[in-house]
């Protein structure tokens, strides 16, 4: 990455240091000597102190004094020249034997030598300047003047040792310039790694959040900033994803809520445009027979009698549909709840043929079922009788050929399937995916004949499904049975 944290730190910092050691080298060159000057005044002015108050108090001659002032000019690298009244020297520097410093000293006297001179500071005793000795061509910082109006001196210091000492000093920065620019990048490269990896693994962190990966988590640790950051991505990821969760729950239910308003409405659709269409035969059957009664179409009692019962047949009818579609609709809408209890399913079987014995003999069959033993079963009571009424109903008026009924108890382990068996003829193969549907009828003209509206299938369908049990149809060549199955357990 060209502009990547660690690159950017370890550019700024040797940028630093380049800076730092340049200013440093700027500052020895240029401001290294003037510091040197004044700090060289501090040192005159205390030399011309001591020497005026050893004068003053009789003493520049005794041995202790002249190994005192040989001490600060040694310590100074300073060299004085002192005479007193007559001219006699009381007190000079060893390497100043020569007499050129005395010379010196005379020249300024006199009023020579002063063109070559830049005057740092003057009083009424002494005069501080900078000057170049005109034999060795040395610059030197110099104090002359008198002392108690009849003793002269001069002091001075060279200033090469500063100029030498600022070069040796920018040589020496030079490599330690060098040497802190390569253990620099070293330091700057390993911290530099210590801070930019907890960075990347969050960089990483957050591209797995983005795509939705909330198993990701922060594992550098650390209490500095970056891991209290890490720390708080862990808490966005977690918060995310239950948000998320939460988000898709709702979401899911919402798409449920619409397909079941959709569903809703699409049956409505269905339940208007059926209704009508299965309304519509009966209410004109009943608007012309009534209207012929009226008329009086047929005067004699017996006609008026058979207009009269098919008014109260398809009245009759109506009523059993409506009751049926209400009941159907409160099982589709799960309105109609499920009350589950032990029964004996064989005394129930028994119980509905029974009450059907009559609708048998007139459809001149017979109905057989073999079963003694108490059988029980799991299952709503009252909704268990409407499925078999339904089938047994079907079987009656669809009974053929032998005209025989068989109802059939067969045990599955954990489960009791029943079976009601008419003989007849087989339903079409085309047929038998739309037997559950609401309205269908396989021959219309038979169904209607014995009053069928094509719904006791649909309710069946709706009370096994609210019991999650297996229901069906099976085709046989000299009939049709249907079954349905309960828990026994």
Known sequence: MK???????????????????????????????????????????????????????????????????????????????????VGQVVFMTAREDDGRLTSQMMGYLLGKNQDKSDILKTTDNYEIQKSTDPKN???????????????????RSPLESIKESASLANQFLVYVGVAAVFFSILAVMFFSKKITEPIMELVDLSKRMANLDFDARYTSG??????????????????????????????????KDIEQKEKIENMRTEFLGNVSHELKTPIALIQGYAEGLKEGVNDDPEGREFYCDVIMDEAGKMNQ????????????????????ERFDIVDMIRGVLQSCEILIQQADATATFVETEPTYVWADEFKTEQV????????????????????????????????????????????????????????KAHTREYGGNGIGLS?????????????????????VEFWFELDAK
Request: charged share 20%; aromatic share 10%.
């Open 459 to 479: 309710i069946v369908k709706a009370i096994m499904e609210s019991f999650h049990q297996q229901y069906g149809v099976k085709n046989y060549d000299n009939g």
């Open 137 to 155: 061509k040395t610059d030197y910082i110099e104090m002359w003047g008198s002392i108690a109006d009849s003793y002269l001196f001069i002091i």
């Open 3 to 85: 502009r990547s944290l660690k690159r950017q730190m370890i550019v700024v910092f040797i940028g630093l240091i380049l800076v730092v050691l340049l200013a440093m080298f700027g500052i020895n060159s240029q401001f290294l000597e003037r510091y040197y000057i004044a700090n060289k005044q501090n040192d005159l002015t205390e030399m011309y102190a001591t020497v005026s108050q050893a004068i003053n108090d009789g003493c520049i001659s005794d041995a202790a004094t002249q190994e005192q002032l040989s001490r600060m000019c040694e310590q100074a690298n300073m060299s004085a020249v002192i005479t007193d009244g």
């Open 222 to 255: 650390g209490v500095n900033e970056i891991g209290i950051l890490g720390a708080n991505f862990n808490t966005m990821s977690i918060t995310l994803e239950r948000t998320i969760s939460e988000l898709k729950s709702a979401n899911n239910k919402l798409q």
């Open 388 to 443: 078999l009424r339904n089938y047994l109903t079907n079987a009656i008026h669809h009974v053929d050929n032998e005209r025989k009924i068989e109802i059939r108890l067969i045990r599955q382990g954990d489960t009791v399937r029943i079976t009601v068996f008419n003989s007849g003829f087989p339903i079409p193969q085309d047929d038998i995916a739309k037997l559950w549907d609401k309205f269908y009828k396989v021959d």
């Open 321 to 340: 549909m409506v009751k049926n579609l209400l009941t159907l609709n409160q099982l589709e809408f799960g309105e109609d709840d499920v009350q589950f």
